[in-house]
């Protein structure tokens, strides 16, 4: 299988985009002993990384249910009634750690 290899431009994003483990297989140097951009490993690294962005919603898709802002998962009132909602959650939080262990004994 022939490798598509690119230049490596100032430009390609490396941090946050290619993890150290993977920085050996995306540089390679030629014959010559220039350092070059190989293509098809850098898109799955870029691909892998907008996987896990999407996943933990660092990133977002405008439009998209799933993968949606996770802003628009807060209730409207949220800024103005946020002390209330975090109220509410530690109660949650709390009620079903006590129904754990209560059930354990």
């Not at 030629?30 to 907008?50: P, S």
């Not at 949606?68 to 079903?96: H, I, Q, V």
Request: net charge positive; glycine share 4%.
């Amino acid at each position: 299988m022939q490798h598509i290899r690119w230049n490596t431009p100032e430009d390609v994003p490396f941090d946050g985009v290619v993890k150290n483990l993977w920085r050996g297989e995306v540089m390679e140097s030629d014959a010559v002993g220039n350092m070059r951009l190989n293509r098809i490993t850098y898109e799955i690294c870029v691909l892998q990384t907008l996987r896990e962005k999407l996943r933990c919603k660092e990133i977002w898709v405008v439009g998209a249910d799933r993968y949606r802002n996770p802003d628009d998962d807060l209730p409207a009132d949220f800024e103005p009634l946020r002390g209330t909602y975090m109220k509410r959650c530690a109660y949650l939080w709390m009620r079903s750690l006590s129904s754990r262990v209560c059930s354990k004994k």
